[in-house]
């Protein structure tokens, strides 16, 4: 039982905008900044967004992420087929003393 | 470009050990941590500990403690994760991943391809 809760699946139509939800506690998201990853089958996982809402190059725009007291979440917009993947939440546990990831979110593109 | 390239797939029986490698390329070996996370089938990712290359620090998580080790070669820019007393549970990808830290800013920047442990009798 992850200490971040993510939904186990999302899904939406090409073009529609999809958001992602990582919900957690005063020990991880409320003190520390917020990490997505993005997992293609069969693949290691991907840097996404890093310290809460900021891109590494070559992510494209349609990528956002935000966080607000102990919640934390990534927008998908302009949603293609090639978005279908798992997603991540992950940060830093002022109480484990350790790294945390959120139980993964699967993106399914109808 | 940084690199990380792990060994290859490991079959154990319960109650052995396995010892992963990770060599690291393009970029100074001891300047970032190295952490250890591995993914079940079909289960998500969960972080196993650190190491810091420069120093020999390492953390564990709880659950690891006393099980695992995570240890380098900086004359080979080369980190192991080594985990005693197999059991089926630890099954899983292993990857090594390099930690940036700025400030109070924390990420995993690089993956390593992973490693499959299959542990069986």
């Known amino acids: 039982q992850s200490l971040l809760t993510q939904p186990p699946s999302a899904s939406g139509t090409p073009g529609q905008t999809v958001t992602i939800s990582c919900s957690g506690s005063?020990?991880?998201?409320?003190?520390?900044?917020m990490n997505w990853y993005r997992q293609l089958p069969g693949t290691a996982p991907k840097l996404l967004i890093y310290n809460n809402n900021q891109r590494p190059s070559g992510v494209p725009d349609r990528f956002s992420g935000s966080k607000s007291g102990t919640s934390a979440s990534l927008a998908i917009s302009g949603l293609q087929s090639e978005d279908e993947a798992d997603y991540y939440c992950?940060?830093?546990?002022?109480?484990?003393?350790?790294?945390?990831f959120g139980g993964g979110t699967r993106l399914t593109v109808l | 470009q940084v690199q990380l390239v792990q060994s290859g797939a490991e079959v154990k029986k319960p109650g052995a050990s396995v010892k992963v490698s990770c060599k690291a390329s393009?970029?100074?070996?001891?300047?970032?941590?190295i952490h250890w996370v591995r993914q079940a089938p079909g289960q998500g990712l969960e972080w196993v500990g650190w190491m810091d290359p420069n120093t020999d620090n390492t953390g564990y998580a709880p659950k690891f403690q006393g099980r695992v080790s995570m240890t380098r070669d900086t004359s080979i820019s080369t980190a192991y994760m080594e985990l005693s007393t197999l059991t089926a549970d630890d099954t899983a990808v292993y990857y090594c991943?390099?930690?940036?830290?700025?400030?109070?800013?924390?990420?995993?920047?690089?993956w390593g391809q992973g490693t499959l442990v299959t542990v069986s009798s």
């Open positions: 393009g970029y100074t070996f001891t300047l970032y941590d």
């Open positions: 992950a940060g830093w546990d002022d109480s484990l003393n350790g790294w945390v």
């Open positions: 991943v390099r930690l940036v830290r700025k400030v109070i800013i924390y990420y995993f920047d690089s």
């Open positions: 005063n020990s991880n998201i409320g003190r520390n900044t």
